[in-house]
């Protein structure tokens, strides 16, 4: 008897534990779902994935391809060894996740006009739950966006090896994590689309013009030597933008170049993936 009667909380107990976490992972698979039906129904997020490579493909990389290039003691030859296709080619996946991974954000400015948020905030299911769905449906997009422009490489003239292509979804993923998270917490502190869009782009192309994207830094010279030839204050913006070492290390992947060292793009991803994660989760709570 004495047992039987201990034993028996202990029984009834598990199926409720069971349930909870099945009821977790639904509602995580159930919003993941919804983030990533309702990018593949916009026309419009699709077609410029598609269009924002070709244009920086086809237009600015062969325009500026031949000027790609310095004179060294009456020789010409590149400033590093790629062509400027081949250089910008990781830039331009990098754009296209940054706009995918921050524009997804805006189905939490969309969920709290019309009222879903609120009703989601009630269910019976962890804040981190909730959070963690949503930036992994637009990180699931902006991925698949950043897989679009590796459907480029052949214009380019990059290699894509098995290896190489593993590393860099890897890469391209940790980004729009990080970058995904990073626009949730914004949206939580903007009240309207318009005030959104615009500061949205406050923070997507001065990061992307001032993280060597565009650009190469002469890997030859010291950081005093570029202060010589660059402006002191764009040296260490570049420098101090985090971003600047996630495109080295995609770029490392997709064409063998590397500015800094290989690893830190990496870590620096999962510590910022972290720390965004936690200010969009932040602003849920207190939503």
């Known amino acids: 008897m004495t047992d039987a009667t201990h034993t028996a909380p202990a029984e009834r107990a598990a199926p409720e534990g069971d349930g909870r976490s099945w009821g977790a992972l639904g509602a995580l698979g159930g919003i993941w779902l919804r983030e990533v039906k309702r990018a593949l129904r916009d ?5 410029g994935g598609v269009s924002r490579p070709l244009l920086y493909i086809l237009v600015m990389g062969i325009g500026l391809n031949p000027y790609f290039r310095a004179e060294v003691y009456g020789e010409v030859r590149f400033v590093v060894p790629y062509s400027y296709l081949q250089f910008i080619f990781a830039g331009v996946v990098v754009l296209n996740v940054m706009y ?7 189905s939490v400015i969309w969920d709290r006009e019309f009222g879903f948020l609120r009703e989601v905030l009630v269910a019976p299911v962890p804040r981190f739950v909730l959070v963690l769905g949503k930036v992994l449906g637009g990180a699931t997009v902006a991925t698949l966006h950043g897989c679009i422009v590796l459907l480029f490489a052949r214009f380019a003239d990059v290699d894509l090896m098995a290896g190489n292509i593993a590393g860099a979804i890897g890469l391209i ?33 001065p990061l992307f013009f001032t993280s060597s994207s565009v650009f190469p830094l002469d890997p030859s010279l010291t950081r005093s030597q570029m202060i ?17 070492y996630a495109v080295d290390a995609l770029r490392g992947k997709l064409i063998g170049f590397n500015q800094f060292a290989p690893s830190a793009g990496p870590i620096l991803l999962v510590v910022l993936s972290v720390v965004f994660f936690l200010f969009a989760l932040r602003g849920f709570r207190r939503g």
């Not at 026309?43 to 077609?47: N, S, T, V, W, Y």
């Open 43 to 47: 026309r419009g997020q699709l077609i």
């Open 100 to 106: 995918t991974s921050v524009q997804s954000a805006v």
């Open 173 to 205: 993923f940790l980004l729009a994590f990080c970058l995904t998270s990073l626009g949730i917490a914004i949206a939580h502190q903007v009240r309207s689309f318009e005030g959104f869009g615009v500061f949205s782009n406050a923070v997507i192309l």
């Open 228 to 244: 010589v030839l660059y402006p002191e204050w764009l040296v260490t913006v570049i420098y101090a933008n985090p971003l600047t």
